[in-house]
């Protein structure tokens, strides 16, 4: 087995600045979020790549708790890519209407499964590149995939990873592609699924995006919005 990488104790510049609170204590939230979940899972429901695409794809705007109610029925009736392949585009729709986006969604999954069918001979690619070449799928949900599916150290943006990073200060960025370039800077490859999971699931059930539940947080210690908000008090 591998040595793992150690944490790197990299400065990350806030607005400019060198914040050292923030370089002191990334391997300290790391350890916080570990110790209160060491094996840190996705929530969708999925039994195949081609599964977990499909519900990536529909988690855009809607919650995996939505996703998985969607996907329990769907993936009963067209497990695979070649029986949601057969479809038209309006069936698919109709099968997915609950879900934000499901138009969209529907149009990229059904040429997504047909690509699939005809270009990859039925299986979800394992690269990036060829995962990104498919309709719906960004860099996210390939990293998403990359992760899950195919057990690629992978550190997916989402919105709660953009927020939550940056409430702790562990990335300063303008989008997601450069919060996960200073993430996967300075979090410790072997840690990176692991530390997307933590952030997700931190963001979920407790750094909320309106009103952050700093009162049970475990990392107050280390946040910056929160030292932030009580100078102000
Ligand atoms: S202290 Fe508050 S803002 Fe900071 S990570 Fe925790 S919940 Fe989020």
């Known amino acids: 087995m591998s040595k793992p990488e150690p944490v790197l104790k990299e400065t990350i510049a806030v607005g400019g600045m060198t914040c050292a609170v923030c370089a002191a204590s990334i391997e300290k939230v790391l350890e916080i979020l570990r110790k209160a979940n060491p094996n840190p899972q996705t929530e969708l429901k999925f039994a195949s790549p ?3 695409l499909v519900a990536a794809v529909l988690s855009a705007q809607s919650t995996d708790v939505q996703v998985n109610k969607v996907t329990s029925a769907l993936f009963a009736r067209y497990p695979g890519p070649a029986e949601m392949a057969a479809l038209t585009e309006e069936q698919l729709a109709s099968e997915i209407k609950t ?14 499964a047909q690509l699939i069918m005809e270009r990859f001979n039925g299986k979800v690619p394992s690269t ?5 070449s498919l309709p719906g799928v960004g860099r996210k949900t390939a ?26 200060g562990l990335a300063k960025a303008h989008t997601p592609e450069e919060a996960e370039r200073q993430l996967t800077r300075v979090i410790p490859r072997h840690l990176w699924t692991s530390a997307h999971h933590w952030l997700v699931l931190h963001g979920r059930y407790v750094c ?21 908000e009580n100078r102000k008090d």
């Open 50 to 52: 081609w599964q977990l």
């Open 128 to 132: 990036r590149e060829e995962l990104q």
């Open 99 to 112: 879900l934000g986006l499901y138009r969209h969604k529907s149009r990229y999954l059904l040429a997504t």
């Open 208 to 228: 909320l995006a309106r009103r952050p539940r700093c009162g049970i947080c475990l990392l107050c210690s280390f946040c910056c919005y929160y030292s932030e």
């Open 143 to 168: 990293n998403v995939i990359l992760a899950a599916a195919f057990s690629v150290p992978a550190l997916a943006v989402d919105t709660h990873v953009f927020r939550v990073a940056g409430r702790l």
